[in-house]
Nanobody, 127 residues
Framework: QVQLLESGGELVHPGGSLRLSCTAS????????MAWFRQFPGKDREFVAA????????SYKNSLKGRFTISRDNAKNTLYLQMNSLEADDTAVYYC????????????????????WGRGTQVTVSS
């Protein structure tokens, strides 16, 4: 069983940048397809980005592509989300998730396919 712990969320001004991290323990990160989701108050979780085990393939929510970048460092057992040009509408709790399932591209954004979740980290974008 893998445990996931997010970090890096904080208060940032509009236009600023943050890099979120998700560190895995209990199992090696290279066994998992990884993803980031976010949740706005009172809403369901929303897909942000996913990355397959080898880093050869990534997927993004269309409206975030170009501002957000997902990456992984398997040697450090860490997943990253680089967020640039942040907007107030990016304010949410951000979660990392993991699965060993061989997901096709269209399934990467479906939250119930992911078996393991972190507790989330709060990102607040405000002036």
């Amino acid at each position: 069983q893998v445990q996931l712990l997010e970090s890096g969320g904080e208060l940032v001004h509009p236009g600023g940048s943050l890099r979120l991290s998700c560190t895995a323990s209990g199992r090696a990160l290279n066994a998992y397809t990884m993803a980031w989701f976010r949740q706005f108050p009172g809403k369901d979780r929303e897909f942000v980005a996913a990355i397959k085990r080898s880093s050869h393939m990534t997927s993004y929510k269309n409206s975030l592509k170009g501002r957000f970048t997902i990456s992984r460092d398997n040697a450090k057992n860490t997943l990253y989300l680089q967020m640039n040009s942040l907007e107030a509408d990016d304010t949410a709790v951000y979660y990392c998730a993991a699965t060993t399932s061989g997901l096709i591209r269209s399934s990467l954004a479906v939250d119930h396919y992911y078996d393991y979740w972190g507790r989330g980290t709060q990102v607040t974008v405000s002036s």
